[in-house]
């Protein structure tokens, strides 16, 4: 679908009157020219804010899985638009030697190349340009939070089928709570109908991982030690909230994270981004993103005090 005819069909998709169809036209065209898209009339974050939030996430996900896929990331020509455009440390080729992990991490990157074109395309001139990103010294920084290794020591995310699952498990659940936390605020409909659609895939994804490892940890009981450590340095640097699951045990198994009411949970902008910054004090770089994310949402948030 052309970007034309995407923004044609989000705003007759949301409009039932001439006026409604007027008023969505000029948000469209002020997200173009990039003035006042921070806000709706809900002061809410605007449609085309949540979208280059999730293509910022998109970005860092469709890099570390082609590079580590095929030893290459995106080409030139999907990671320009507005804002400071980056380039990316680390990332090779994966010696897998597993045909299903390669399958795995082949079907995932191609998911994720073409979520950052649908997201581009739906945005147009308003798209944000890929920001800097780590996959190098942001992996070792996590998983010396997370007492993997100890300081000084190197996390390599591609030197073996393992680590990369691992690191794919600290993604993936991250993706489908920053899907679920932004849907309330979206307000077109044909928007929110796109970003269901990527929030479902998101789930698969998770979902193959979370399966994936859960059948390496019954191979070895060690496996579920470092989930575990890698779900609670998510829980503890996202925020207060105590909503981050691992994967059980080999006993009883917990491969779709829930809450009581078997629903996925979502977070908000600001926890995504500690999580991605690897801060929870609520900065606006760092982790991942070493200079920040473009567009309008870029700030994590401090702890909230009692």
Request: proline residues 4%; aromatic residues 8%.
């Given at each position: 679908?052309?970007?034309?005819?995407?923004?044609?069909?989000?705003?007759?998709?949301?409009?039932?009157?001439?006026?409604?169809?007027?008023?969505?036209?000029?948000?469209?065209?002020?997200?173009?020219?990039?003035?006042?898209?921070?806000?709706?009339?809900?002061?809410?974050?605007?449609?085309?804010?949540?979208?280059?939030?999730?293509?910022?996430?998109?970005?860092?996900?469709?890099?570390?899985?082609?590079?580590?896929?095929?030893?290459?990331?995106?080409?030139?020509e999907m990671v320009g638009g507005t804002g400071t455009p980056g380039q990316v440390s680390?990332?090779?080729?994966?010696?897998?030697?597993?045909?299903?992990?390669?399958?795995?991490?082949?079907?995932?990157?191609?998911?994720?190349?073409?979520?950052?074109?649908?997201?581009?395309g739906a945005l147009g001139d308003a798209a944000v340009a890929r920001p800097r990103i780590?996959?190098?010294?942001?992996?070792?920084?996590?998983?010396?939070?997370?007492?993997?290794?100890?300081?000084?020591?190197?996390?390599?995310?591609?030197?073996?089928?393992?680590?990369?699952?691992?690191?794919?498990?600290?993604?993936?659940?991250?993706?489908?709570?920053?899907?679920?936390?932004?849907?309330?605020?979206?307000?077109?409909?044909?928007?929110?109908?796109?970003?269901?659609?990527?929030?479902?895939?998101?789930?698969?994804?998770?979902?193959?991982?979370?399966?994936?490892?859960?059948?390496?940890?019954?191979?070895?009981?060690?496996?579920?030690?470092?989930?575990?450590?890698?779900?609670?340095?998510?829980?503890?640097?996202?925020?207060?909230?105590?909503?981050?699951?691992?994967?059980?045990?080999?006993?009883?198994?917990?491969?779709?994270?829930?809450?009581?009411?078997?629903?996925?949970?979502?977070?908000?902008?600001?926890?995504?981004?500690?999580?991605?910054?690897?801060d929870p004090q609520g900065g606006n770089s760092g982790g991942f993103y070493p200079d920040?994310?473009?567009?309008?949402?870029?700030?994590?948030?401090?702890?909230?005090?009692?």
């Amino acid at each position: 679908m052309s970007k034309n005819r995407f923004i044609s069909d989000a705003i007759n998709a949301s409009a039932e009157t001439t006026e409604d169809r007027v008023k969505l036209t000029d948000m469209v065209t002020e997200a173009a020219t990039g003035t006042s898209t921070a806000t709706t009339a809900e002061d809410g974050p605007s449609d085309a804010s949540i979208l280059n939030f999730a293509l910022n996430l998109e970005y860092l996900e469709a890099e570390f899985y082609l590079r580590g896929v095929t030893g290459q990331g995106l080409p030139d020509e999907m990671v320009g638009g507005t804002g400071t455009p980056g380039q990316v440390s680390g990332g090779r080729q994966v010696d897998f030697r597993s045909p299903l992990i390669k399958n795995i991490a082949r079907e995932i990157a191609m998911d994720e190349r073409a979520h950052v074109a649908f997201l581009r395309g739906a945005l147009g001139d308003a798209a944000v340009a890929r920001p800097r990103i780590s996959l190098d010294h942001s992996f070792t920084a996590a998983a010396t939070a997370a007492g993997l290794i100890k300081p000084g020591e190197i996390f390599d995310a591609y030197a073996n089928d393992r680590n990369f699952l691992f690191a794919a498990f600290l993604f993936e659940d991250v993706g489908v709570t920053a899907f679920k936390g932004a849907a309330p605020f979206i307000s077109n409909k044909t928007y929110l109908d796109a970003a269901a659609g990527l929030l479902a895939t998101e789930a698969y994804h998770a979902g193959i991982v979370r399966a994936t490892l859960f059948s390496e940890g019954l191979v070895d009981d060690s496996v579920f030690d470092v989930v575990h450590k890698i779900s609670a340095v998510r829980n503890a640097v996202s925020g207060p909230t105590d909503d981050d699951q691992d994967l059980g045990t080999k006993d009883v198994a917990n491969l779709v994270p829930t809450d009581e009411n078997g629903r996925a949970f979502g977070r908000s902008a600001a926890e995504i981004l500690n999580i991605v910054y690897l801060d929870p004090q609520g900065g606006n770089s760092g982790g991942f993103y070493p200079d920040g994310l473009n567009g309008d949402i870029v700030h994590g948030t401090g702890p909230t005090a009692d």
